[in-house]
């Protein structure tokens, strides 16, 4: 069974540099996608983007030029960073696992994370 | 982006009820269309994939049918286990999801 765990600071001052980690525990990262989401509290759900083992990336328009993801197969840690946070990036992050091979783009997630809370406040 | 809008924003229902919750696309996006199930503080889970298909696990009172821009969610006899928010989520652009249905007991 597929746990994925995602970690990080908590709370980050304003104009910082997020980053989170996800790790993928009784399973591997290749040959899937990864993505990232994000939910502001009481509010719906934001696709932030994905990262697919080969390392080809796909950003959400609206957070690309902030937002890099990357990898590591040795440790089947996924990685996000965010930066120029401003109060707007405040939320709960969840990795998920996509689809698998190259052509699943469009798979919907089926194993999630926890979330993290992230606190973006001075 | 693809705009996804939900209908209704939140209802209340019984257990036993039949619901069913709409979402339309803002243009085409054929059968690419999943829907997931929240409760409070977890993740989101998933109920239904390509528009109809279920995942191995969920429940048969669950059913989605729909293509192009227009689907539905049907729950067929309300469950306690039922009461939460549900999400439409397109994947066939840039990934997008509606604003989510909150199902709540009346």
């Known amino acids: 069974q597929v746990e994925l765990r995602e970690s990080g600071p908590g709370l980050v001052k304003p104009s910082e540099t997020l980053s989170l980690t996800c790790s993928v525990v009784?399973?591997?990262?290749?040959?899937?996608?990864w993505h990232w989401i994000r939910q502001p509290a009481g509010k719906g759900l934001e696709w932030i983007g994905h990262?697919?083992?080969?390392?080809?990336?796909n950003y959400n328009p609206s957070l690309k030029n902030r937002v890099s993801m990357s990898a590591d197969t040795s440790t089947s840690q996924l990685s996000l960073k965010l930066t120029s946070l401003t109060a707007a990036d405040t939320a709960v992050y969840f990795c998920?696992?996509?689809?698998?091979?190259?052509?699943?783009?469009?798979?919907?997630?089926?194993?999630w994370g926890q979330g993290t809370l992230v606190t973006v406040s001075s | 982006d693809i705009q996804m809008t939900q209908s209704p924003s939140s209802l209340s229902a019984s257990v036993g009820d039949r619901v069913t919750i709409t979402c339309r696309a803002s243009?085409?996006?054929?059968?690419?269309l999943n829907w997931f199930q929240q409760k409070p503080g977890k993740a989101p889970k998933l109920l239904i994939y390509a528009a109809s298909t279920l995942p191995s696990g969920v429940p048969s009172r669950f059913s989605g049918s729909g293509s192009g821009t227009h689907f539905t969610l049907t729950i067929t006899s309300l469950q306690p286990e039922d009461f939460a928010t549900y999400y439409c989520?397109?994947?066939?652009?840039?990934?997008?999801f509606g604003q989510g249905t909150r199902v709540e007991m009346k």
């Open positions: 243009e085409n996006i054929n059968s690419y």
């Open positions: 009784g399973g591997s990262i290749r040959n899937y996608y």
């Open positions: 990262f697919y083992f080969s390392g080809s990336t």
């Open positions: 998920a696992r996509g689809g698998y091979g190259s052509a699943s783009y469009y798979y919907a997630p089926d194993y």
């Open positions: 989520h397109q994947s066939y652009d840039t990934w997008t």
